[in-house]
Every structure is written in C-alpha cells, then in structure tokens.
C-alpha cells in the first residue's frame, strides 16, 4: 500500500474515533463472508460504522490518543470496528445480539471504548450492550414529565367523582 494511501486511510479512522460515542473491537476469525455480510447489515440497520482495520494503521491513526497504550493488547490479529455515533450502545447491542444467532457464534468481542475508557469484552456485553438506548431514555424522560400531569389531571376529577359516588350511594339507599 502506497504511502498516501495509508495516510488516508489513517485520517479516515482517526475522525471516526473522534467523532465516536463508542466503539467495539470485534475478533471475527473463523466467521463465512456469509456471516460477516449479514453482520455488517445489522450494523448498518442500528446506524453503526463497522470496519475492518489493520491494527498498525489504527495504532498510528491512535496516536495521540490517551488510551492508546491500554489498547496495545487489544490490537492484535484480525480486527474489526464497530463506531456508534448517537447512541453508545448500539454497536454493543447488535453483537450481543448477533451472538445469540448461530451466525455469531465465532464472533468475540475484544474490547470497548467509551468516554476514553476502556472496557473489557464481558463489561461491553453486561454493561454497555444493557444500557437504555436513545430512544428509550427519551421515553423515560418524556414518562417522567407526563407524571406530574397525569396525577394534578386525577386531583381535578377526584372532588367530581366524590360527589357521583356519593350521589350513587344515596340513590342506593333510597
């Protein structure tokens, strides 16, 4: 690969992991074209950027990056990346559900990014693959607003609803 090539290619990874949320270092050794294929559509389904890198242009492209040195151990053999841009969890979402499919039974997650962190491949399928995505937050926020609402529109009707009961009860009685 030419020089200016390579160059490119590592300016290319370099504003994706600066423009990142989260990224997922995935192991696909042993996964069909297939599998891989099908993969990459999940991903582009939950709005994922998934690649497959060379380690030393990733490590150039990392540089400057403070977490560079604890992803010294993660790049090694065959690397592919999976970027999530809005909501930080939907790269890790797709693969842990990816592996449940027979398809994704060789797929193994290496490691996580988030933040400049570094999470453990166990710690991106139990704590970042289980996080509420962006929509779902925006559903418990949007619940946590409407509360409120929902209990001052119930104290209006109460005294009404007293007096219809009571209204009912005398009727009973008489």
């Known amino acids: ?78 690397t592919g990346i999976a970027w999530s841009y809005e909501d930080p969890s939907a790269a890790a979402k797709v693969v842990k559900a990816f592996k449940k499919d027979p398809a994704g039974e060789k797929l193994q997650i290496k490691a996580g990014l988030i933040e400049g962190s570094i999470l453990s491949a166990k710690a991106v399928e139990d704590q970042l693959a289980t996080m509420p995505g962006k929509n779902e937050l925006r559903a418990q926020l949007l619940a946590t607003l409407q509360a409120p609402l929902q209990q001052f529109v119930a104290l209006l009707q109460a005294p009404a609803q007293n007096l219809v009961y009571v209204l009912s009860a005398k009727e009973r009685q008489g």
Do not use: W
């Open 1 to 78: 690969m030419e020089r200016a090539a390579k160059e490119t290619q590592i300016g290319q990874i370099r504003s994706r992991f600066d423009k990142m949320t989260a990224a997922v270092f995935l192991d696909f050794k042993g996964m069909t074209v297939e599998h891989v294929t099908k993969l990459r559509a999940e991903f582009r389904k939950a709005g994922v950027d998934y690649k497959v890198c060379k380690n030393t242009l990733v490590k150039h492209a990392l540089k400057d990056a403070p977490y560079k040195q604890k992803l010294d151990d993660v790049l090694v053999g065959m």
